[in-house]
């Protein structure tokens, strides 16, 4: 079954540095999300992304934050200046349609996180 | 603003018991509700969707139910079993996919 797949795994980073967050949707979805949970907390949206650009963003979602797809595959998040609060699991997610198509109800394929710790 | 709700305490049931687990929202109006599943440090995986126009939803041991009125749905897992333990999310399709913050669930052998 497709699935979608995020490395790193695990990201250790010092505050203040820059770090990319990779992510392959599955190949035929249409919109890809990125969403964060600090441990013990709720899946927050972070960005929604159709059509090469942003469609929607949260308030988290800052200048500090920017997202990518650099080519047919990849989709990318980027921290440009981490902060100790960004420590969270981050997970993207993808669906085959979305709003643009009048589809509210599709559902979001995660992937299995990428866990960054910013010391 | 919207809010989603779910019961923040762990629900513990015995083996092969009914577990049930609520949603509530306020200040939304969903077409669709959604149901997800979360393993410890995993991405959540969808289980179920019901529309607002079906009162119940039914796939294998898993039931789910959607007042609009009450604005509430109920996730059922009849017969449940020790490795249905996990966290269970509700999530909102709107503009946005809106997730609860879930409901742990722990099933004792």
């Known amino acids: 079954e497709p699935e979608v797949t995020q490395t790193p795994s695990h990201q250790v980073t010092q505050m203040g540095q820059e770090v990319i967050l990779r992510c392959v949707p599955i190949s035929n979805h249409l919109y890809f999300y990125w969403y964060r949970q600090i441990l013990g907390q709720k899946v927050e949206f972070l960005v929604s992304?159709?059509?090469?650009?942003?469609?929607?963003k949260s308030e988290i979602f800052d200048d500090q934050f920017s997202v990518e797809r650099p080519d047919g595959s990849n989709f990318t998040l980027k921290i440009r200046s981490t902060k100790l609060e960004d420590s969270a699991m981050y997970f993207c997610?993808?669906?085959?349609?979305?709003?643009?198509?009048?589809?509210?109800?599709?559902?979001?394929?995660f992937g299995s996180g990428t866990q960054l710790s910013v010391l | 603003s919207q809010k989603i709700e779910q019961n923040s305490e762990a629900l513990n049931i015995q083996e092969g018991k009914t577990a049930t687990l609520t949603c509530n929202y306020t200040?939304?109006?969903?077409?669709?509700l959604q149901w997800y599943r979360q393993d410890p440090g995993r991405g959540p995986v969808f289980l179920l969707l019901i529309r607002e126009n079906e009162k119940e939803k039914r796939k294998e041991r898993l039931k789910v139910t959607f007042d609009t009125t009450l604005k509430q749905s109920l996730f059922h897992i009849t017969a449940s079993q020790p490795a249905d333990s996990a966290t269970y999310l509700c999530a909102l399709r709107g503009y946005i996919p809106t997730f609860g913050r879930g409901t742990s669930l722990i099933v004792h052998p």
């Open positions: 997610a993808s669906s085959e349609g979305g709003i643009f198509q009048g589809a509210y109800n599709e559902k979001l394929f």
């Open positions: 992304f159709y059509n090469n650009e942003i469609s929607e």
């Open positions: 200040n939304y109006s969903p077409a669709y």
